[in-house]
């Protein structure tokens, strides 16, 4: 078991005096530059050249300026710094597929792929500020082309392995970017998907694509038209190339967030800025250590793709990459990952733990999961159910669960759990991260009442905050810096309570308005599921000519549960009885799926636009397409 004593946390907060957690942040948030400092040099990040100045807002809060006047690299401070360290010969990554077969390299090895697949791409002529894209599964080839692409000072562009051609057409175009690396497929749930073949279709909308280079990884079929493009073996059959020497805050990588409406957002996040944020995140607060061996299925189209191919090897510990599902080829297959890969640091999200409840309960006593001291999780808002069954079931109550939570735009996380806060009541976060500054207000600005839902905010500029939005700057400045003047608002609610929790109450712009009353959909959704009669619920506000809004439920029924009209009145008493007869829902919906992005967030917005028959906007984020047919037959009834 984990204690506090044994944390990095409690190790940085004793090097420096100070005695708490909370005595920590208001530190941080009264001298940013002790604070990020600290951080540096508590993780020994290297500068080539000492930054003048840690912090320069004469631009505004809007556009602050981090480590002026230094140079650094990411890649350097993932790699050649943990080789400095003597961990060369330590396990970098392993690698598990669908089919059993299983590959490893240590960071020796690791790092002697990153530079040759450096020269490789500077003998394709890709240089300081292009913009590569990675469309690419979770094999180790992806975080070797990730690292390598920073390390020549290129721009990485990471997009969803599932993305089809318009959603990947559409980023690359925006991104203006010279060269896209791809796999000729990947497997999920034992079918071939193809990659190359969407990217061929997508270049042709691409005019700035000089280069495609090709993962081969179908040794059974031919790969349709390779010829014209170049191999992966081929770009990484050369000499080797060292990481170059970078200004701090050269952009080291474009992630595009998905909008309720528009375009695609993409978010900049730069050399000093990314690695000193993922360093306090997960190498203070989350405590992933040197002896780590850490799952957590993601994919590098979302942030917590490029964040584990950073913290892990910054830390030089070891991450274990799964391609396809968590549940297939057999059920509990991320069990089956944790135990015979001796996990310590095993990641979730929220959605996924409630899908594991509804297997068999033998389906996880099959496995031995002893070896796990962290679990932490993020995507959704808990419910107090499945938190309690994940903290019970899988960490036998002994294994602290760390919620976490942020965004693409925050380069990381804003609120967090921490070893410290080993009794944290269900769903809720231990506060704020240091160096976020994050409050809770009203529409005015004000700090809301302690146990009022309000909008998260920072107050303070933070380090891996996004540098704007790729090409457009003014969108920027609406999306987040618009509705509370000097504040820069999420677009989340939260709450802090009188015991002292932070708690996440969905997306602000799902909010339920009945009647002037006002709450988030997962107050609604936490109701249905503690009936245990159902597996995922989507709680959605739809107009109503009396009440303005009515709240419309569309739930995923348990296993083995029977659903009528009495399931349907139980559930709708369970909402009055949990938050008052305003609430309660005027339909209950029930569905095989709701759909979700490949984080497993469900998309409210998508629930909400298919019901009212309305436009669905931006689909690229979607992993199951197939939920929205089953959505349009519900709602026609």
């Given amino acids: 078991m984990t204690t506090p004593a044994d944390s990095q946390l409690a190790r940085f907060l004793a090097q420096h005096g100070i005695s708490s957690y909370e005595a920590l942040r208001d530190?941080?948030?009264a001298d940013p530059e002790w604070f990020w400092r600290a951080v540096m040099d508590f993780h020994n990040l290297h500068f080539f050249r000492p930054f003048d100045r840690l912090l320069d807002v004469s631009k505004g809060p809007e556009w602050p300026q981090w480590c002026v006047g230094g140079t650094t690299n990411l890649a350097w401070n993932c790699?050649?710094?943990?080789?400095?360290?003597?961990?060369?010969?330590?396990?970098?990554?392993?690698?598990d597929a669908e089919d059993g077969v299983s590959r490893s390299l240590n960071y020796t090895q690791l790092t002697a792929l990153v530079r040759r697949a450096a020269a490789g791409l500077a003998g394709l002529g890709i240089a300081r500020g292009d913009v590569v894209g990675l469309y690419m599964p979770m094999v180790p080839e992806t975080m070797a082309a990730y690292l390598a692409i920073v390390s020549i000072g290129a721009i990485a562009l990471p997009m969803f392995s599932g993305f089809g051609a318009g959603a990947v057409a559409e980023r690359l175009a925006d991104a203006q970017a010279r060269a896209v690396i791809t796999a000729d497929c990947t497997w999920r749930r034992g079918k071939r998907s193809a990659m190359l073949e969407v990217v061929e279709e997508a270049m042709v909308s691409v005019p700035s694509l000089q280069h495609v280079v090709v993962v081969e990884r179908d040794a059974a079929g031919a790969t349709p038209a390779a010829h014209r493009h170049t191999r992966w073996a081929d770009l990484v059959s050369g000499g080797e190339m060292l990481p170059l020497e970078l200004p701090a805050e050269a952009p080291a990588m474009i992630v595009y967030t998905s909008g309720t409406t528009g375009k695609p957002k993409g978010t900049i996040h730069t050399h000093c800025g990314f690695m000193t944020k993922v360093a306090l995140d997960f190498g203070l607060v989350l405590d992933l250590q040197p002896q780590d061996r850490l799952l957590w299925m993601s994919d590098m189209g979302w942030l917590t793709g490029p964040i584990l191919a950073v913290a892990v090897p910054m830390m030089g510990a070891t991450v274990v990459l799964a391609e396809g599902v968590p549940d297939y080829p057999?059920?509990?297959?991320?069990?089956?990952?944790?135990q015979d890969n001796r996990i310590t640091?095993?990641?979730?999200?929220?959605?996924?733990?409630?899908?594991?409840?509804?297997?068999p309960a033998d389906v996880l006593k099959q496995y031995d999961l002893g070896t796990l001291r962290i679990t932490a999780a993020t995507g959704e808002p808990w419910s107090p159910d499945a938190w309690s069954w994940f903290r019970r079931e899988v960490g036998h109550d002994r294994v602290p669960?760390?919620?976490?939570?942020?965004?693409?735009?925050?380069?990381?996380?804003?609120?967090a759990g921490t070893v410290l806060h080993q009794h944290l009541p269900p769903c809720a976060f231990a506060?704020?991260?240091p160096g976020m500054g994050a409050v809770v207000v009203d529409e005015a600005g004000r700090p809301v009442a302690t146990g009022e839902v309000g909008e998260l905010a920072l107050s303070v500029p933070s380090i891996g905050l996004t540098r704007g939005f790729w090409r457009d700057p003014q969108r920027y400045l609406e999306t987040y810096w618009s509705k509370v003047p000097g504040l820069w608002v999420h677009g989340d609610f939260a709450s802090i309570e009188a015991d002292g929790g932070w708690y996440i109450h969905g997306r602000s712009d799902d909010t339920i308005k009945i009647a002037g009353k006002r709450t988030g959909p997962a107050e609604v959704e936490a109701a249905l599921l503690a009936t245990g009669k159902v597996a995922e619920?989507?709680?959605?506000g739809l107009p109503d000519p009396v009440k303005g809004s009515a709240v419309v439920c569309v739930c995923v029924p348990a296993r083995n549960v029977v659903t009528g009209p009495e399931l349907v009145a139980e559930l709708r008493q369970a909402v009055v009885d949990a938050l008052g007869a305003s609430f309660r829902p005027k339909h209950?919906?029930?569905?095989?799926?709701?759909?979700?992005?490949?984080?497993?967030?469900?998309?409210?917005?998508?629930?909400?636009?298919?019901?009212?028959d309305q436009a669905t906007g931006d689909l690229s984020g979607l992993v199951n397409p197939e939920s929205l047919d089953a959505l349009k037959r519900v709602g026609e009834h």
């Fill in 537 to 540: 619920a989507a709680a959605v």
């Fill in 588 to 612: 209950v919906y029930f569905a095989p799926d709701l759909p979700k992005t490949r984080t497993m967030k469900i998309m409210r917005r998508l629930v909400r636009s298919v019901l009212l």
């Fill in 79 to 95: 790699l050649d710094r943990t080789l400095a360290a003597g961990r060369g010969d330590h396990c970098a990554v392993v690698w």
């Fill in 401 to 415: 669960l760390l919620n976490y939570s942020g965004g693409t735009e925050i380069g990381g996380g804003i609120l």
């Fill in 345 to 359: 640091f095993l990641g979730v999200a929220p959605t996924m733990v409630r899908a594991f409840m509804q297997q």
């Fill in 431 to 433: 506060g704020s991260i």
């Fill in 27 to 29: 530190r941080a948030a």
């Fill in 330 to 338: 057999e059920p509990g297959r991320l069990w089956r990952l944790a």
